[in-house]
């Protein structure tokens, strides 16, 4: 495609990781790109995450597929510069302590290795000599090699920052704005109307109102802790932990809850000596708040698989909610009667190992290009009924 053919500009809505993704590769092949924004970059679920870029949890299909394609765009990103010392490379643990987690690890570890991603199964012994931190009640575990870390909001300052794009905070997307010859020729907003040559809605569930997809994205809310630095427990984890408990909480075996409150811990060792814990998966929108059961159950799981954390002073607790899509599936690609609106959106707890090689692909649909990565499963036209707010 000749420079000719790219958008002259594009107007995107949202400015979390996925959205400043899309902006900063448009930004590569010269497009003129503004974001608006509710609140402001990475003010949403973005900011609000725990940052892993993992594919440990992922069930075969398309969904890993993405995580791999994910993992080694953050490698690829940060051996080129535009990511150095925001991307962590490191394993992640599986951690089971019970006979159904031990069931449940043994077939997605296997799950993992069909898929060709490294794994190493621990027994008990070998579990104890390469993760000293574990309690004797972690029976097993798998190390997942090859995933990494990244902190959101740090991730977006830097696609912004690099990519010099205009971000117009404090900007509520109202409706879209239908032109005469059915395309899309902006978004009218409580700031008056931006218009642009193809407009990419990547606003989590901001995106549910703007294309009328209320029966099919809803909120979900995780809630998160954050202990003081604890620098020898910190450095002696070797990776990131996940609790077998987590797989069943976030779906990524059958049989997990679909509704409610799952809990699923994870225990993350920060770079700055800090320790990130979760968490809960709930149907909720109230992200400005944290309950009382809610912080003693995650603090409980974590002290009984990692004793030590039980002399480690929790700093903050707070919440963040994502977007989740009934069928589990994030929507990705362009949407169906309008050929210059995409949507980038539903990621759920899975947008920070997916912004970057997802904002890449809405990119390259933007300009007519073919993505690397195989959206078909991520089409938004699966859902039939969908129609546009204009």
């Not at 202990?227 to 070797?238: G, I, K, V």
């Not at 060792?269 to 990130?276: D, E, I, M, R």
């Not at 603090?299 to 698989?305: M, S, T």
Request: with cysteine; charged share 20%; glycine share 12%.
């Amino acid at each position: 495609m000749t420079r000719t053919e790219l958008p002259s500009s594009v107007l995107i809505a949202g400015c979390g990781i996925v959205g400043a993704a899309t902006a900063f590769f448009l930004a590569r092949r010269g497009v003129d790109v503004t974001i608006i924004d509710r609140e402001g970059p990475a003010a949403a679920a973005t900011g609000a995450a725990d940052g892993a870029v993992s594919v440990a949890s992922k069930r075969p299909g398309p969904m890993m597929v993405a995580a791999l394609s994910g993992v080694a765009l953050y490698r690829q990103l940060l051996a080129e510069g535009v990511l150095a010392d925001l991307f962590t490379p490191r394993s992640t643990f599986i951690i089971a302590a019970s006979d159904e987690e031990c069931t449940v690890l043994e077939a997605h570890g296997a799950a993992l290795s069909g898929e060709g991603v490294t794994v190493e199964t621990l027994g008990r012994t070998a579990l104890a000599q390469r993760f000293p931190a574990l309690s004797p009640s972690a029976r097993m575990g798998a190390e997942v090699k090859g995933d990494g870390h990244a902190i959101g909001y740090r991730i977006v300052n830097r696609l912004l920052s690099t990519s010099g794009v205009t971000v117009r905070r404090g900007v509520a997307a109202k409706h879209l704005i239908e032109a005469a010859n059915g395309r899309i020729a902006g978004i009218a907003t409580d700031k008056g109307e931006f218009r642009a040559d193809a407009v990419v809605i990547a606003a989590g569930n901001g995106a549910a109102s703007l294309l009328r997809l209320d029966g099919v994205m809803k909120p979900r809310k995780g809630q998160l802790l954050v202990t003081e630095r604890a620098p020898a427990l910190n450095a002696s984890m070797p990776g990131s932990i996940m609790s077998g408990r987590y797989l069943l909480s976030k779906g990524s075996q059958k049989g997990g809850p679909a509704s409610g409150r799952g809990y699923g811990l994870v225990v993350d060792p920060l770079v700055t000596g800090q320790f990130l814990i979760g968490g809960t998966r709930e149907d909720s929108d109230a992200r400005q708040t944290n309950d009382f059961d809610a912080v003693k159950h995650i603090l409980a799981d974590a002290v009984a698989l990692v004793p030590g954390l039980a002399d480690v002073r929790l700093l903050r607790a707070f919440a963040g909610v994502r977007t989740a899509v009934v069928d589990s599936l994030p929507l990705v690609g362009r949407w169906p009667v309008h050929d210059n609106l995409f949507v980038a959106a539903g990621f759920e707890g899975d947008g920070i190992c997916l912004g970057p090689v997802m904002g890449q692909a809405i990119a390259a649909l933007v300009c007519g290009e073919q993505p690397t990565l195989d959206l078909s499963p991520f089409t938004p036209s699966r859902f039939s009924a969908c129609e546009v707010a204009a």
